[in-house]
């Protein structure tokens, strides 16, 4: 059974750069598709991108000058960046594990990340 | 790309079968067959209800069914028990090649 576990500051600043990284473990990161959605506080949910094990990624357009996702094969891991951060920012982040086309099969427990001075 | 929309909350009584939509474009629900419902509780991560508009994950209940017509899905919830109150959220692939969320609806068991 994978499991995921988001990792990273749970305190950005404003206009700096938020940085999560997802360990996967219970499988291989080979040969699926992988993404980051997130919830901003009493709000729904937002997909911001997904990466393929190869690296070739696809991104939400309203965030896509901001957003890069990348992969680590070699360490079971991918990450999230996202830069220029702003309040509107701040939200519970979740990496998850993609089960089909567009269909988020497994899911991390999440982690807030708040974009606060 | 716009949000699918979802009304904000529904109510039911247990025992009876509730009914929630979710509405598109032909460039996300009414064109293809990958639409998604999540189940979400408080505090919890989402989970994964239906998958490719009508199809249940292994340990799903047969008690919740999706269907499509046009650019509307729907989640059919039958027998509704105390323990799917929660917020449901719908989404689909597109055709940028990306996933759209629904604005979430709040299920109520009475």
């Known amino acids: 059974q994978v499991q995921l576990q988001e990792s990273g500051p749970g305190l950005v600043k404003p206009s700096e750069t938020l940085s999560l990284t997802c360990t996967v473990s219970g499988g291989s990161i080979s040969s699926y598709y992988w993404s980051w959605i997130r919830q901003p506080p009493g709000k729904g949910l937002e997909w911001i991108g997904y990466?393929?094990?190869?690296?070739?990624?696809n991104y939400n357009p309203s965030l896509k000058s901001r957003v890069t996702i990348s992969v680590d094969t070699s360490k079971n891991q991918f990450s999230l960046k996202l830069n220029s951060v702003t309040a509107a920012d701040t939200a519970v982040y979740y990496c998850?594990?993609?089960?089909?086309?567009?269909?988020?099969?497994?899911w991390g427990q999440g982690t807030l990340v708040a974009v606060s001075s | 790309q716009s949000a699918l929309t979802q009304p904000a909350s529904v109510s039911g009584s247990p025992g009876q079968s509730i009914t929630i939509s979710c509405t598109g474009t032909?460039?996300?629900?009414?064109?293809?067959?990958?639409v998604s419902w999540y189940q979400q509780h408080p505090g919890k991560a989402p989970k994964l209800m239906i998958y490719e508009v009508n199809n249940r994950p292994s340990g799903v209940s047969n008690r919740f069914s999706g269907s499509k017509s046009g650019n509307t899905a729907s989640l059919t919830i039958s027998g509704l028990q105390a323990e799917d109150e929660a917020d449901y959220y719908c989404s689909s692939y597109t055709s940028s090649n990306t996933v759209v969320f629904g604005g979430g609806t709040k299920l109520t068991v009475l």
């Open positions: 032909s460039s996300d629900v009414g064109g293809y067959n990958y």
């Open positions: 998850a594990k993609l089960s089909g086309i567009g269909s988020v099969g497994y």
């Open positions: 990466i393929y094990y190869s690296g070739s990624t």
